[in-house]
């Protein structure tokens, strides 16, 4: 069976998987299989529909390759962010050389190299998930970065150095490190003119037209423990 599905070029998707000695439907687990699949997204800005950033490009590839049987299939691939850049106008930033490749090694484990800019700094993301089962899998993540620009508005201006790993286990996540803030520029907006009246203490809404929500129920706990040193350098002001 073959696929080729054409977007705006030079994006699109091909494909092609195969059943060799294929004799009957449906057709039985030791059955043979093989196939690729190819896809290019040359045009980021789609993503605009759904996130709240602007002047969005870059590219993406996706290489999947499939053998084995169906009983135990062999799935190897890797997904390419090439060139990437945006912009988060909410909080100030302009990301830029956004790069991400994520590859399997052997059948069982996952990896992630990713890289970007901010202002003048950088940013660096390793990983490695491995996937036994879905109550047996673990995931590592290390974050290091230098001068990193996290927030760039007119009240507020902040870098951050971050040196962290975070281990993820079924319930368990676990975060050490720690987080260097060498400059951070806060401006408080100024005061309105004219005092608000507040509201009497003696005052009882009964039966809001807007109640709190009750707390989401938490089928699963997840315990989480946290060990970060954040360290202010002397460029700090409030």
Do not use: C
């Amino acid at each position: 069976a073959d696929l080729n599905l054409a977007l705006l070029r030079p994006s699109g998707i091909r494909g092609r998987v195969e059943l060799p000695r294929f004799t009957h439907l449906p057709p039985s687990d030791p059955q043979p299989m093989s196939g690729k699949l190819h896809a290019i997204l040359a045009d980021l800005s789609i993503l605009e529909a759904f996130a709240p950033v602007e002047n969005t490009k870059g590219r993406v590839e996706m290489d999947v390759t499939l053998d084995g049987t169906l009983a135990k299939p062999d799935i190897r691939g890797q997904l390419l962010v090439q060139n990437a850049e945006t912009e988060l106008p909410d909080i100030g930033l302009a990301i830029k050389q956004l790069g991400v490749n994520i590859y399997n090694q052997g059948h069982d484990t996952v990896k992630l190299l990713a890289g970007l800019k901010s202002g003048d700094g950088n940013l660096n993301l390793n990983g490695t998930a491995k996937f036994r089962s879905g109550t047996d899998w673990k995931a590592n993540l290390n974050i290091e970065g230098n001068n990193f620009e996290v927030v760039n508005l007119t009240e507020a201006w902040a870098l951050i150095s971050p040196k962290l790993d975070i281990k993820i286990a079924p319930g368990r996540v676990d975060v050490t490190g720690e987080v260097r803030i060498p400059e951070v520029e806060v401006t408080p907006p100024k005061a309105a003119t004219g005092e608000a009246i507040a509201v009497s203490e003696d005052v009882v809404i009964v039966n809001p037209k807007n109640p709190d929500p009750e707390p989401e129920k938490i089928s699963e706990k997840w315990a989480i423990s946290s060990n970060v040193k954040i360290i202010l350098g002397e460029n700090v002001s409030f």
